[in-house]
């Protein structure tokens, strides 16, 4: 089964400052991956997703990843970050197969202060 | 963007009573949705797939007669917690497939069992 693993719980910067959010998979012969976004008593909002091609994936808000099959990574970056990215971000993997749903890691809370 | 309407966004019960939470592909139609269940401050867990027409298939722990999931048309999902008691308070979470295979995810309903 797959699996995702988000080795960081908790990641405090400073506004303006570089983050990188790393995430972890399982490998399997096909993966696919996401990042979401979820803000306080709200649902999730999908950043960006790798399911073919290029291994470098930009999404909204600035956040990109980089899809590395030989390292089982896919990290989430942003050069620079600001008050409003504060919120638990999200790394999830699937094999896309039909009616396969998606498997989440266990978070990281981004905390950005002035 | 395709939509995926939750409701409620919130309820709160008393300790014995049922709550139906209802899931909604509004622009398009869903053949198979999925229920998450939220703890605070942790990742989301699959709890069941849903399949329009079939019965739901539910993840390993997760009690099918206290957990009722019916998935009566190609746009509605509905979960219905029985008996429901405090343990059961929760942010609740359903995502519904899209006909290219992406998942799109609803707003969450927040459950708190007095």
């Known amino acids: 089964a797959q699996s995702v693993t988000q080795l960081d719980s908790q990641v405090p910067v400073f506004e303006e400052a570089p983050v990188e959010l790393r995430c972890n998979y399982s490998?399997?012969?096909?993966?696919?991956l996401f990042w979401y976004v979820q803000y306080p008593n709200q649902g999730l909002q999908l950043l960006l997703k790798?399911?073919?091609?290029?291994?470098l994936v930009k999404g909204i808000n600035g956040f990109e990843a980089e899809f590395n099959k030989s390292q089982t990574s896919f990290h989430l970056r942003k050069p620079s970050v600001h008050i409003s990215d504060t919120a638990e971000y999200f790394c999830?993997?699937?094999?896309?197969?039909?009616?396969?749903?998606?498997?989440f890691g266990k978070g990281t809370t981004l905390s950005v202060s002035s | 963007g395709a939509v995926v309407s939750q409701h409620p966004s919130r309820v709160i019960c008393k300790s014995g009573t049922s709550v139906k939470i209802e899931c909604r592909s509004l622009?398009?139609?869903?053949?198979?949705m999925f229920w998450y269940r939220q703890f605070p401050k942790q990742s989301l867990m699959l709890m069941a797939t849903?399949?329009?027409?079939?019965?739901?298939?539910?993840e390993q722990g997760v009690e099918k007669d206290k957990f009722l999931i019916n998935h009566a048309s190609l746009t509605l999902s509905t979960l219905t917690v029985t008996s429901a008691h405090p343990e059961d308070s929760s942010f609740y979470i359903c995502?519904?497939?899209?006909?290219?295979?992406?998942?799109?995810f609803g707003e969450g309903s927040r459950l708190t069992v007095l």
């Open positions: 995502s519904a497939r899209g006909h290219t295979g992406e998942l799109f």
């Open positions: 490998s399997s012969v096909s993966v696919y």
């Open positions: 790798y399911l073919s091609g290029s291994t």
């Open positions: 999830a993997v699937t094999d896309n197969q039909a009616g396969t749903a998606l498997i």
């Open positions: 622009d398009f139609q869903a053949t198979t």
């Open positions: 849903s399949n329009e027409g079939s019965k739901a298939t539910y």
